[in-house]
């Protein structure tokens, strides 16, 4: 009897605590890999340089050219695994033979790689893994027969090829395949998103650097912006146009920019004209009107130059206009010369020295500009 | 299977980021209800949400609030691009407002108005919501073990059109000369959720908005859209989706459409308040993470069964307040009818929206209190 306990209580503990479970869809689909569906390596199906390139380790410095090499022997492999190899094999190549992993301008049709959890209805198929999406000529189910010989539904769905295989070690080997397929792919491709996001964020870029320190624009210079602009500049009109202000098409503030009937406040210096009798260093109040004039920014929005005609008012005095022309230098710097053309003020000359008061005002009270992006 | 992304970006009002305010951000009540109906899943509950789903706030607020930092005024800052009769209309509504309600009014209805009217500030909040999704696309593949992360996008009102335009942006035609982001490409949104979705309103293309944008699933008889599944949400007693609510009719089983009318706060277009609903939160995750093997949609019904419309032990309570919640809804049906073309300028029926959307609150705060 103790004999027969202690047998009992040595196999007992020499046994696992869990059999290991059968490996279902379910399973496969939340990743429950490792003891209930395990994977095999890439060193297991392919020769060991594809394995190698294909691990995208930095220090191995995997060249473009061995990347390309490996998808080719990894394409190899799967076609040997059945119909949905050979077409998976033939997508690969098609798109290796076409495609310049230089080549950004091209789209890659890269769904055909792309592992997924399946989309509702594709669970109601019990797939493990769906592969692209619909649409996609290569839209499929992975299916493999579940533990307890219980069969797989029936599945007839529009458009999507329903791969069913004997078992999971099928279906793993092709979900690696898949799987590394997809990461050198886009690995290859990576320098191509890098390419779109960097014309973001210089666009981005633009933007801000416009809005924290552009010349402000009042709303009836946005009104005529608008006005004499091209589409984009237009919110309604941007929908109206082909290509609806995607991709380029109006990404980027434009860099000349109109000035109309923009006010200002300045000092002015009189003694400048003709018949003045000499230079004053003593500044007078001057509103002035910019009638119409243009900005020009630089690509980067960091600085503009601009010029403007218009009208001022010395010592707010609007009996006696006094015509000017402004250039801006900066930001907060403009200059200009007004001349008096009225009564007693005819050939009085001003030099003109302004600040854009709004946004000189919003940096001395403190009022932060939002972070750069 | 992989780890998904969703983003999530708001919609009208003031929104603040992590550090760009003392306020809290807008995302953590958000993220804090997802959480919360995480767990309320008991499929969901056992497992990691943060090994599943990685939340990634969208905030483009801030492009607002820089070109109008300084102006004091609200009517002011309006008067700085707002044709003069559109504005006498905004303020024609406005004067129908209680005082108290008038910052409540403006902090609403600016960003709406500023992202229609404000020239080309529309085209900064599509390339910065375009530039984020980009970035954060490129950071998650390029990270070993990752390069099957799928992209989700759950948007909130106005945020509905802001990246409805991002999108279109993204995948509509090539950046920099690179195709990589473009339709057919490597890249598309796993499940597009819009709450309270305004884009209909704000659309302006020739063709409508079902027809006209890549923002939307395969169909046959329009081909490869830029979303796998279309998730939208309107509550019936909501007033900003009253007017033109986005119902597209041919778009086949990837479009999904949630009508809800429970109350937990009186501001029932609130982000949170949407997101609270098991409904909601359930159809969000059942198709981001994948169908039935996570969450099915039986689970979703049990959820939704015990969660009623009214929480109120008063049964005397309850009936008054659903009655008005239908209430509200027929009447918004009765004032701006069912797709119908739009009777108002534009900024006249934004400010009509929201002071409604006032009235609600207060009609349903003395009912609401002690719940």
Redesign the interface.
């Given at each position: 009897m103790r004999a027969r306990c202690s047998l009992f209580l040595l196999l007992a503990w020499s046994l696992p605590v869990h059999a290991q479970s059968p490996c279902t869809?379910?399973n496969?689909?939340?990743?429950e890999f490792e003891q209930t569906c395990p994977l095999p390596t890439a060193a297991e199906l392919l020769d060991a340089d594809s394995a190698s390139a294909l691990a995208l380790k930095p220090a191995d410095e995997p060249s473009q050219a061995r990347v390309v090499a490996a998808l080719r022997s990894l394409a190899g492999k799967a076609r040997a695994e059945g119909p949905w190899g050979a077409a998976f094999a033939d997508r690969v190549d098609q798109l290796l033979q076409h495609l310049n992993p230089s080549q950004?301008?091209?789209?890659?049709?890269?769904?055909f790689s792309?592992?997924?959890?399946?989309?509702?209805?594709?669970?109601?198929c019990q797939c493990a893994?769906e592969v692209a999406?619909?649409?996609?000529p290569s839209h499929a189910c992975f299916r493999f027969a579940q533990p307890g010989g219980a069969a797989l539904p029936a599945c007839e769905l529009?458009r999507l090829r329903v791969v069913d295989l004997a078992d999971w070690p099928q279906a793993a080997r092709a979900y690696v395949l898949l799987?590394q397929a997809?990461?050198a792919?886009?690995?290859l491709?990576?320098s191509?998103?890098?390419?779109?996001?960097?014309?973001?964020?210089s666009?981005?870029q633009r933007?801000?650097t416009l809005?924290?320190r552009g010349y402000v624009?009042?709303?009836w210079e946005?009104?005529f912006?608008?006005a004499i602009s091209d589409d984009?500049?237009n919110?309604?009109r941007?929908?109206?146009s082909d290509?609806?202000?995607?991709?380029?098409?109006?990404?980027d503030?434009?860099t000349l920019r109109p000035i109309f009937l923009h006010p200002g406040v300045g000092l002015g210096f009189p003694g400048f004209g003709k018949h003045d009798a000499k230079v004053s260093a003593q500044g007078r109040l001057v509103i002035m009107v910019e009638a119409i004039g243009l900005n020009i920014y630089a690509r980067d929005f960091k600085e503009y130059l601009g010029a403007s005609l218009g009208v001022g008012f010395q010592d707010a005095n609007f009996a006696r206009p006094r015509l000017g022309a402004f250039v801006h230098l900066s930001r907060y710097l403009q200059v200009g010369y007004l001349l008096g053309v009225v009564s007693e003020t005819a050939g009085n000359g001003t030099l003109y020295l302004s600040v854009d008061i709004?946004g000189w005002?919003?940096r001395s009270?403190g009022?932060t500009?939002?972070?750069a992006? | 299977m992989v780890k998904n992304v969703v983003f999530l970006v708001h919609g009208m009002g003031k929104f603040f980021s992590a550090g760009e305010a003392e306020q809290r951000p807008w995302h953590d009540p958000a993220i804090e209800v997802l959480d919360a109906a995480w767990k309320s899943f008991p499929a969901l509950a056992g497992l990691e949400r943060e090994a599943l789903i990685e939340y990634v706030p969208i905030t483009y607020d801030q492009i607002f609030r820089e070109y109008l930092s300084g102006m004091a005024d609200a009517a002011e800052k309006l008067h700085r691009y707002m044709p003069q009769p559109e504005m006498a209309d905004v303020i024609e509504v406005l004067e129908q407002v209680g005082q108290e309600q008038r910052p409540f009014f403006w902090e609403n209805i600016m960003d709406v108005l500023d992202y229609r009217y404000g020239a080309e500030r529309f085209r900064y909040v599509h390339a910065h919501i375009a530039h984020v999704i980009a970035e954060k696309v490129q950071s998650a593949w390029s990270k070993p073990g990752r390069h099957n992360t799928a992209f989700s996008v759950i948007s909130h009102s106005l945020g509905t059109a802001a990246v409805h335009g991002a999108l279109n942006r993204l995948g509509g035609s090539n950046l920099g000369s690179s195709a990589a982001f473009r339709l057919g490409g490597a890249f598309r949104v796993r499940s597009y959720v819009t709450l309270a979705n305004v884009s209909r309103v704000l659309w302006y293309g020739e063709r409508d908005i079902y027809h006209g944008s890549i923002v939307r699933p395969f169909t046959p008889s329009l081909g490869r859209g830029y979303v796998d599944q279309f998730i939208n949400v309107r509550h019936i007693a909501d007033p900003i989706v009253a007017p033109q609510p986005f119902a597209p009719g041919d778009w086949g089983n990837a479009y999904q459409a949630i009508a809800l009318q429970h109350v937990r706060q009186i501001n029932v277009h609130d982000l949170t308040h949407y997101l609270q609903h098991p409904r909601v939160s359930g159809a969000i995750f059942r198709s981001v993470l994948g169908g039935d093997a996570f969450l099915t949609a039986a689970e979703i019904d049990d959820a939704a069964k015990a969660f009623p419309d009214v929480d109120s032990p008063d049964p005397a309570k309850r009936a008054q307040i659903e009655r008005m919640v239908a209430a509200l809804a027929k009447t918004l049906h009765d004032t701006y009818g069912s797709g119908q073309p739009l009777l108002w300028s534009l900024p006249k029926l934004i400010a009509l929206l929201i002071r409604d959307l006032i009235t609600q609150r207060e009609a349903l705060r003395p009912l609401l209190g002690g719940l």
């Open positions: 869809w379910r496969v689909v939340r990743g950004c301008d091209k789209t890659w049709e890269l769904a792309e592992l997924r959890a399946p989309i509702t209805p594709l669970d109601t893994f999406s619909d649409g996609d529009p799987d997809r990461a792919l886009l690995a491709n990576a191509c998103r890098a390419t779109a996001i960097q014309r973001l964020k666009a981005h933007w801000h809005a924290t624009q009042y709303p946005l009104w912006s608008r984009y500049g919110y309604s941007c929908f109206a290509p609806k202000c995607s991709g380029e098409e109006g990404l503030p434009e709004l005002t919003n009270l009022l500009e939002p972070p992006p | -």
